[in-house]
């Protein structure tokens, strides 16, 4: 296979900058996006993503840091495979100044120097074990699991109101725009009907062989390979849904990054893999001591530590010094991301 270069993409914030502050203290009022604390909290883990990074995937080709303006105080800007970018540096004017994580991740194809083939992570995704190039791409397309589902049903509360449920439902509906399941499936059978599925995911299909629309996917809150062609693709397809989910904050029906995902099953580039390979948790006192387990002894590729509006801020501070305890046992080495402590 012709050499391919991968790079990785994340995101982070700093909620206690004060410029930042003040640019949300200004838009905040007007809005009726999403505004709850777990968006833009900080559990003070994001250095050993790095080290995580540097000690599992020394063969990545650049890692590209997107913040707001603000890096962190100990980044080493001089290293040479980290690339910063600003939110300025490749959206819109018109989208600035935005909190709404959805309209940062959706043109991330438009970072310069970006390779075709990425690898994009939130700031609270780590690796916990070795990975390979081969575990995100392979034949040029990127690895992963088509396995659909009909029970994504919606669910609302007080508090947390829709969640992320309608952005899928929309995500859906943009695909069936343009994909019909038939077409997709008749193309390459193999990937519809694979292994890689299990025997839930096969039995899925076998119940969808009649659905002419896609229904819906499982969806895996892990770091996800991309194509960036395929962002061009979708934005060129579907400009002025893709530009009015740009808002300021994060509203309920708009696209979020899924829809890139889905537009590579629904075309069949993709390569079709088992993905049960990453741990998901969301953090709260109870599941702490499992989350130390997972972490120490490198069960999974990779685990995600989601924050949540339904963990209470007594709770975040615990959990936030205990994860930097853990963390700092399983990475106490230095990466060369950061600068050197004297």
Request: net charge neutral; proline share 5%.
């Amino acid at each position: 296979m012709k050499e391919q270069y991968i790079d990785f993409v994340v995101t982070w914030l700093d909620p206690n900058d004060p410029e930042w502050q003040k640019s949300y203290a200004k838009y905040s009022p007007s809005s009726k996006g999403d505004m709850s604390k777990a968006r833009f909290r900080d559990m003070k883990i994001f250095r050993y993503w790095f080290r995580a990074v540097e000690q599992y995937a020394p063969w990545v080709r650049k890692v590209f840091l997107i913040t707001n303006g603000k890096f962190p105080d100990w980044i080493n800007k001089e290293c040479q495979k980290l690339e910063l970018v600003k939110h300025e540096d490749y959206m819109p004017q018109s989208c600035l100044p935005t909190f709404n994580s959805c309209a940062i991740e959706l043109h991330m194809h438009k970072i310069k120097g970006l390779s075709e083939h990425f690898v994009y992570f939130n700031d609270d995704m780590i690796l916990n074990a070795p990975v390979e190039p081969d575990y995100y791409f392979k034949n040029g397309l990127p690895c992963d699991m088509n396995k659909e589902t009909c029970y994504n049903v919606p669910i609302y509360t007080e508090k947390d109101r829709f969640g992320i449920y309608m952005s899928m439902m929309a995500n859906i509906g943009i695909i069936n725009r343009h994909f019909r399941r038939w077409d997709t499936v008749r193309q390459s059978p193999r990937r519809w009907f694979g292994p890689h599925l299990g025997l839930r995911g096969l039995l899925m299909s076998g119940m969808l062989s009649r659905q002419r629309l896609f229904v819906g996917f499982s969806n895996y809150h892990t770091e996800q390979a991309f194509l960036k062609t395929i962002f061009d693709e979708v934005w060129e397809k579907e400009p002025d849904f893709m530009s009015a989910s740009c808002s300021r904050f994060r509203e309920e029906v708009i696209a979020n990054p899924y829809i890139f995902r889905y537009w590579q099953l629904a075309s069949n580039r993709f390569y079709p893999q088992k993905k049960d390979s990453h741990f998901f948790f969301l953090t709260e006192r109870g599941a702490m001591d499992q989350i130390e387990r997972t972490i120490l002894q490198s069960e999974g590729t990779s685990i995600c530590l989601n924050d949540t509006s339904l963990c209470s801020d007594s709770d975040y501070e615990y959990i936030k010094d205990r994860l930097q305890h853990i963390l700092d046992k399983k990475y106490p080495k230095q990466s060369s991301f950061e600068l050197p402590r004297h």
